[in-house]
T-cell receptor
Framework: NAGVTQTPKFRVLKTGQSMTLLCAQDMNHEYMYWYRQDPGMGLRLIHYSVGEGTTAKGEVPDGYNVSRLKKQNFLLGLESAAPSQTSVYFC???????????FGSGTRLTVV | AQSVTQLDSQVPVFEEAPVELRCNYSSSVSVYLFWYVQYPNQGLQLLLKYLSGSTLVESINGFEAEFNKSQTSFHLRKPSVHISDTAEYFCAARPSSGGGADGLTFGKGTHLIIQP
């Protein structure tokens, strides 16, 4: 039962570097989401997707881009990393809005 | 737009004591409500949810939450906690109408600390 898989689990970047976080789900879910979690801030929505080929901005989209070329994958990109993007990133998916999310185990990103 | 407020950032309780984690929401439309639990270094797991119908919802591990529309609350309770309940708990909400999937709004979380 893979569910939602995030890679990598940990990463350290230097300011200005770029990277892509991968989220893969094997549940045939339509909806996928990227959140960031910061101490005392809860989870904040970065971008989301309602289906293959579609993406939309969430609450805190600046500095991030996303792509959903395949239904099972949702990629989060940082073009030029900044220390303010140090966070734990969670991917989630669900089949319908009435359902709860299935979360990945997270990616801990540090930008120095 | 809706907002979710968890009034306590940290709740310490003794083992086998009861606990209540408070959650209030603000929304101009009907909402679905959720509680998630996050154990250390893990992702979030769905604990329970309120969609409609009975205002009292239960989870398989002894937690329950009651939807109170007049007080716009969805507090989480457990009559007797265990060490294994130590975790971060998040309340979340989203509008029940509309076909969009614009994501859940989460509260900032409550850290439940169980003391032996």
């Amino acid at each position: 039962n893979a569910g939602v898989t995030q890679t990598p689990k940990f990463r350290v970047l230097k300011t200005g570097q770029s990277m892509t976080l991968l989220c893969a789900q094997d549940m045939n879910h339509e909806y996928m989401y990227w959140y960031r979690q910061d101490p005392g801030m809860g989870l904040r929505l970065i971008h989301y997707s309602v289906g293959e080929g579609t993406t939309a901005k969430g609450e805190v989209p600046d500095g991030y881009n996303v792509s959903r070329l395949k239904k099972q994958n949702f990629l989060l990109g940082l073009e030029s990393a900044a220390p303010s993007q140090t966070s734990v990133y969670f991917c989630a998916s669900n089949r319908a809005v009435r359902n709860g999310y299935t979360f990945g185990s997270g990616t801990r990103l540090t930008v120095v | 737009a809706q907002s979710v407020t968890q009034l306590d950032s940290q709740v310490p309780v003794f083992e086998e004591a009861p606990v209540e984690l408070r959650c209030n929401y603000s929304s101009s439309v009907s909402v679905y409500l959720f509680w998630y639990v996050q154990y250390p270094n893990q992702g979030l797991q769905l604990l329970l949810k309120y969609l409609s119908g009975s205002t009292l919802v239960e989870s398989i591990n002894g937690f329950e939450a009651e939807f109170n529309k007049s007080q716009t609350s969805f507090h989480l309770r457990k009559p007797s906690v265990h060490i294994s309940d130590t975790a971060e708990y998040f309340c979340a909400a989203r509008p029940s109408s509309g076909g969009g999937a614009d994501g859940l709004t989460f509260g900032k979380g409550t850290h439940l600390i169980i003391q032996p």
